[in-house]
């Protein structure tokens, strides 16, 4: 019997274990993989950032949030902290220049987020949709 050919081709190209990294932190909510450019890994008051364009170079970083997204192409961090159940702070930070680029608080719990531009995030809270411009 002859083999069928699959309509998608697929291949691993990295270990993430390979970089001394824990695999149970490999989960919804720790784990972002927004582009080809990043990847960031949530473990506990720190963060990875292991940029794929750079050999899976990684940066270890000290940061206090509840969720975190790297931009798709530049190496910009959003974090978001949960303020209670009624509110959500949500920082932008520009890692080259070491500088905030925004701060904003929602008064809703966010449910979901995502960069729906190059300058802009969308968070999804319990009640409303916000967009956050995060331009420099």
């Known amino acids: 019997m002859a083999t069928q050919q699959l309509p998608f081709r697929f291949q691993e190209v990295y270990k993430l ?3 001394g990294l824990n695999p149970d932190l ?3 909510g720790n784990l972002t993989f927004e582009s080809q450019k990043y990847i960031s890994v949530k473990d506990g008051n720190s963060v990875h950032i292991i940029d794929t364009s750079q050999g899976f170079k ?3 970083r000290d ?3 509840d969720s975190i997204l790297m931009h798709k192409e530049r190496n910009v ?3 978001r902290a949960a303020q209670g159940d009624t509110a959500t702070v ?3 930070f520009d890692m080259d220049a070491t500088k905030k680029i925004t701060q904003v608080q929602i008064n809703d719990s966010a449910q979901f987020w995502r ?3 190059t300058d802009k995030l969308a968070v999804v809270g319990k009640n409303s949709i916000w967009h956050i411009d995060a331009t420099q």
């Open 115 to 117: 960069w729906i531009s």
């Open 26 to 28: 490999f989960k919804h």
């Open 58 to 60: 990684v940066d270890k």
């Open 63 to 65: 940061m206090k949030a």
């Open 90 to 92: 949500v920082q932008v």
């Open 17 to 19: 274990t390979n970089l």
């Open 77 to 79: 961090i959003a974090v």
